[in-house]
């Protein structure tokens, strides 16, 4: 097999800065990561996500650091090309010592090359206790699942002036922590366009609207087998495409394209 490029944090930045669209789809197994490095995504993420999807809970809460872990080493296991972000799960990163302990594992024993975080001001120094010990962070604002409880449901945020200046202005801080990428998650295309311009680092959005510099989908919403009602800011590629390597094709290509996410997939 030929050998591909590795990418890493300074790959998404000269894709930011070349105005190429950075693809990012979750992966939680070894078959699935090489189907998405085959199809030409940049960035599998093992994301919490898989509390719902996988373990069929009905929020990302439950998820715990070995269900990590085990799903990070798997992943990491069959990946070669594409870079590995690994989600730090709720409650594993409210101090410094245990965030720092809880990270490092992630690296070791689950192969993550990357950590991603939610919040913003709150999780500024975690931000940069990690960058500052070598592990690369990417930061998660906007409707942050974690805290479902907290936001009152899954719903878009920043939809005020003054929520959407505390995005901008934590999406600013983050950077500043030294997070090499932010994933924005259901806000206001207009607001994801203003923060994605703002910041050097690449905004990877979901439910954020075209003008992200990436894009992210939970492959079961991408495949459209994951049960119930479907998130409207989500697409099922397979629909229309002849096996399931096609259809991970088709989304690559359709972000890349900017034709992905359109208009009914986006929120004002
Ligand atoms: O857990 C996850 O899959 C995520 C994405 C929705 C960005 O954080």
Sequence with gaps: MAECARVTATTLLRLKER??????????????????????????????????????????????????????????????????????????YSRVDQALDNAARLMREGG??????????????????????????????GLIPQSVHQLGGYRVQGRDAESAQRLRDDALLLQEAGASALVLE???????????????????????????DGQVLVLYDLLGITPGKRP????????????????????VEAVKAGSFPAQQHSFD
């Design 232 to 251: 409207g800011f989500s697409h099922n590629f397979l629909e229309h495409a002849a096996d399931i390597p096609a259809a991970l094709r088709a989304y």
């Design 186 to 212: 259901c806000i206001p295309t207009a607001l994801a366009k203003q923060v994605s311009e703002s910041l050097k680092i690449p905004t990877i959005g979901i439910g954020a609207g075209p003008e992200c």
């Design 112 to 141: 993550a090359q990357m950590v991603k975080l939610e919040g913003g001001e709150q999780v500024s120094g975690i931000v940069a206790a990690l960058t500052a010990q070598g592990i690369p962070v990417c930061g998660h604002l």
């Design 19 to 92: 105005g190429e669209k950075i693809s990012c789809v979750t992966s939680y197994d070894a078959s699935f990561t090489c189907l998405l490095e085959d199809a030409g995504v940049e960035i599998v993420l093992v994301g919490d996500s898989l509390g719902m999807v996988l373990q069929g809970h009905d929020s990302t809460l439950p998820v715990t650091m070995e269900d990590m872990v085990y799903h990070a080493s798997c992943v990491a296991r069959a990946g070669r090309s594409a870079l590995r972000i690994v989600d730090m799960p709720f409650m594993s």
